[in-house]
C-alpha cells in the first residue's frame, strides 16, 4: 500500500550547545525532549549533505534501544522524507547495534546512518540521549562534517517536516511507501547482515565444533541489558551451539534494567563476582549499543589493551586475516603493548587520537587492519566502527586455535594465553582513573595546572623516586598530544597531556566529552616491565609510585577538584 504526505516547513530558533563531540551529541533526555531541539539537529545533518547525493538517497536509522529512541525515529522519518531522502533502513523495534549500522550502510550503499545511542552511558527517562550522523563508509563523520553540523545549529530557522510520515510497528519486516515509491521505509532484520559479514571473518564451524568437543568449557555472555540482546542469542546459540543459559541480560531495555551499560569492573558486577568465583572459563560483556567489549578469563581481568595486543599476534588464528596484517594502531592513552607487536611482526604502526574516526581513514586508505581503543574499544577494518562481539568471536577463535586437542585436561586459558604473550613481548602494566561528574572549571584548572607544566619545559628531566618501589622517575618529554593525519594530512590538537619517563613509563591527562553533564578526568598510567619475576604483579601495586607521581606531584588533582578516590578504575 502507497501512503502520501505533504512537505511543511515549521520556524524554530537554534539552541545552544548542540556541538557533537568525538561520539556524536549526547545530552541528558529531558533537554532533547524540548521542542525542536532534536528535530534542529536532524535537520542540520540534513543541511550539511549535498542536495545532489541527498535526493533518493538511502539512510540507516537504528540504536541501542534507549529511552526516547522510539519516538526519535518517527521524527526522523518525517525529516529524511522532506528532506528527500528515498529510503530508510530500520531496525527491527528500531533496534540496530553501532557495528550492525556500519555493517549495513557499507553493504547496502547507503549515503549513511542516523545512529541513536549515547553508548555506554545511563539510559531512562533521567538518563541520557545521544545522535550521531555516519558517513557512506559506514563510520564515524570526520570533524569537518561535525563542525559544519555545529554551525548549521547555530544559524537554523527553518525544519522541514511531513506529519504524514509514521510506522506504528517497527515490530514487523515489511516495507512501506509514500507518494508512489518516492518515500520508502523498510523494516530490516537487526542480524542478518552482521552475522553474514561475520561468517566471512571467523571459522563458525570450528568455533562450533570447539564448543562441542570441550563440554567442560563455560561461557558467560551479558548484553547488559543494552542492544546486542538482539544478537545474543542468533550469533552464540544458534550459530556457535553455546547454551542459551549462558547469556544474560538479553532482554533490550529502555534504561538497560536500571544499569550503567558500560562493560567494566565497576558496572558489571554480577559477571565480574561470578568470573572472580571462578564460575566461567570464559566472561565477556558488551555496551549499550555493542561497539565496546570486556573480555574475563577464569578470575583473570584482560585488560583492554592487552586484548587488542594478544589479538594481533594471534593474527593467524582468525580466517579474515589469512593474507596478513597491514597496520597496527591504537589511540594515544592505550598501552604501547600493541605497538611491541607491530614492531615484532614488522608491519606498520600508527598512533592516534581518541575517537574510531581516526582510525576509518587509515583503513580506507588500505594501511590498517587491527586497531584498539583502551576504553574497551577493539575492532579491525571490516567496518568502521569498534565491535564488542567481533572481540568476543576472536577471542573465541583464539581459544579455539590453542585448544585443538579435545582433552579438556590440557585446556589453555584466556590466562595462560595472556602470560604467554607476556613471557615473548613483556607486560605493560596499565591503569584508568575517571573521575566522573567533576565540575567544569576545577576540571578545566587542573588541566590548565599540568598544561602550563609541560609548555614551560619545566617538567624535563624532572626526577622523582617513587614511593612504593625507590625507583627514579625522570621525565624525558612531554606535550599537548597533536595527530597530524597521514592520509589526508588535517591536523587535531590538544588530544590529551602526555608525560613520557626515560624508562617509557607514561602518564596521561584527558578531559572526556563523552558525558553529558558536568566534566570527567581521565587519568592514564602506563609501566612497561620485562623482567620475569616481576611479570605477575598486581597492576594497582606495580603502579603506585606512578600514581603517585601522577596525582599528588605534578597534576594536585585532589587540591583543585576536591577528588580523594577515582568513580571508576580499570
Given at each position: 500500500m502507497t501512503y502520501t504526505f505533504k512537505i511543511q516547513t515549521i520556524e524554530t530558533k537554534p539552541f545552544e550547545g548542540q556541538k557533537?563531540?568525538?561520539s556524536g551529541l549526547r545530552k541528558k533526555v529531558t533537554e532533547v525532549m524540548k521542542t525542536n531541539y532534536l528535530g534542529n539537529f536532524v535537520q542540520s545533518i540534513f543541511n550539511v549533505l549535498p542536495e545532489d547525493k541527498l535526493k533518493g538517497s538511502t539512510i540507516v536509522v537504528g540504536g541501542d534501544g534507549r529511552y526516547y529512541n522510539k519516538d526519535a525515529i518517527q521524527l526522523i522519518f518525517q525529516i529524511a522524507a522532506a528532506n528527500g531522502v528515498g529510503k530508510i533502513l530500520v531496525g527491527k523495534n528500531g533496534l540496530l547495534s553501532t557495528p550492525a549500522i556500519s555493517a549495513i550502510v557499507r553493504a547496502r550503499s547507503a549515503l549513511g546512518a542516523i545512529i541513536l545511542t549515547a553508548s555506554h552511558n545511563p539510559g531512562g527517562p533521567n538518563g541520557d540521549?545521544?545522535?550521531?550522523?555516519?558517513?557512506?563508509?559506514g563510520g564515524p563523520?570526520?570533524?569537518?562534517?561535525?563542525?559544519?553540523?555545529?554551525?548549521?545549529?547555530?544559524?537554523?530557522?527553518?525544519?522541514?517536516?511531513?506529519?504524514q510520515v509514521k510506522v506504528d510497528n517497527l515490530g514487523l519486516l515489511s516495507t512501506y511507501q509514500w507518494n508512489d515509491g518516492q518515500f520508502v521505509i523498510e523494516v530490516i532484520d537487526s542480524a542478518d547482515d552482521y552475522v553474514s559479514l561475520l561468517k566471512t571473518i571467523f571459522d563458525f564451524n570450528g568455533i562450533k565444533n570447539f564448543v562441542k568437543n570441550h563440554p567442560s568449557f563455560t561461557f558467560n555472555f551479558d548484553a547488559m541489558s543494552g542492544v546486542t540482546g538482539a544478537y545474543g542469542k542468533r550469533?552464540?546459540?544458534?550459530?556457535?551451539?553455546?547454551?542459551?543459559?549462558?547469556?544474560?541480560?538479553?532482554?533490550?531495555?529502555?534504561?538497560?534494567?536500571?544499569?550503567?551499560?558500560?562493560?567494566?569492573l565497576t558496572y558489571a558486577p554480577v559477571l565480574v563476582k561470578k568470573?572472580?568465583?571462578g564460575e566461567f572459563d570464559m566472561g565477556c560483556a558488551s555496551d549499550g549499543d555493542?561497539?565496546?567489549?570486556?573480555?574475563?578469563?577464569?578470575?583473570?581481568f584482560l585488560n583492554p589493551s592487552d586484548s587488542v595486543a594478544v589479538i594481533a599476534s594471534n593474527y593467524k588464528a582468525i580466517p579474515y586475516f589469512k593474507g596478513g596484517l597491514k597496520g597496527l594502531a591504537r589511540s594515544m592513552p592505550t598501552s604501547a603493548a600493541l605497538e611491541r607487536v607491530a614492531t615484532d611482526l614488522k608491519v606498520p604502526f600508527f598512533e592516534v587520537p581518541t575517537g574510531w574516526k581516526f582510525f576509518g581513514n587509515l583503513m580506507d586508505a588500505g594501511t590498517l587492519s587491527i586497531c584498539g581503543e583502551e576504553s574497551f574499544g577493539t575492532g579491525s577494518d571490516h567496518i568502521r566502527e569498534k565491535d564488542g562481539i567481533w572481540a568476543i568471536l576472536c577471542w573465541l577463535q583464539i581459544l579455539t586455535h590453542h585448544n585443538q586437542s579435545t582433552n579438556d585436561k590440557t585446556f589453555v586459558s584466556i590466562e595462560e594465553i595472556v602470560k604467554q604473550h607476556w613471557e615473548k613481548y613483556g607486560r605493560n602494566y596499565y591503569s584508568r582513573y575517571d573521575y566522573?561528574?567533576?565540575?567544569?572549571?576545577?576540571?578545566?584548572?587542573?588541566?590548565?595546572?599540568v598544561s602550563q607544566q609541560i609548555n614551560s619545559k619545566e617538567l624535563i628531566g624532572k626526577k622523582f623516586t617513587g614511593i612504593s618501589d625507590s625507583l627514579e622517575y625522570e621525565i624525558a618529554s612531554c606535550d599537548d598530544f597533536e595527530y597530524k593525519d597521514p592520509i589526508d594530512n588535517s591536523v587535531s590538537s590538544h588530544q590529551g597531556l602526555r608525560i613520557i619517563f626515560t624508562d617509557g613509563s607514561r602518564i596521561i591527562y584527558r578531559l572526556s566529552g563523552t558525558g553529558s553533564t558536568g566534566a570527567t578526568v581521565r587519568v592514564y598510567f602506563d609501566k612497561y616491565e620485562t623482567q620475569p619475576s616481576q611479570l605477575n604483579?598486581?597492576?594497582?601495586?606495580?603502579?603506585?609510585?606512578?600514581?603517585?607521581?601522577?596525582?599528588?606531584?605534578?597534576s594536585k588533582l585532589n587540591h583543585y577538584t576536591g577528588r580523594n578516590e577515582p568513580s571508576v578504575i580499570t
Open positions: 557533537p563531540g568525538t540521549f545521544g545522535i550521531k550522523y555516519n558517513m557512506s563508509n563523520a570526520p570533524e569537518s562534517i561535525t563542525n559544519a553540523i555545529y554551525k548549521q545549529t547555530t544559524t537554523i530557522t527553518q525544519i522541514k517536516t511531513t506529519r550469533i552464540f546459540t544458534d550459530e556457535l551451539g553455546i547454551s542459551e543459559n549462558s547469556l544474560i541480560n538479553c532482554i533490550p531495555s529502555e534504561d538497560f534494567g536500571g544499569g550503567h551499560p558500560d562493560p567494566n568470573m572472580n568465583n555493542g561497539d565496546r567489549n570486556m573480555i574475563l578469563g577464569k578470575r583473570f566522573e561528574e567533576i565540575e567544569t572549571a576545577p576540571a578545566e584548572a587542573m588541566m590548565k595546572h604483579n598486581d597492576v594497582q601495586t606495580h603502579l603506585k609510585s606512578l600514581i603517585h607521581i601522577a596525582l599528588v606531584e605534578i
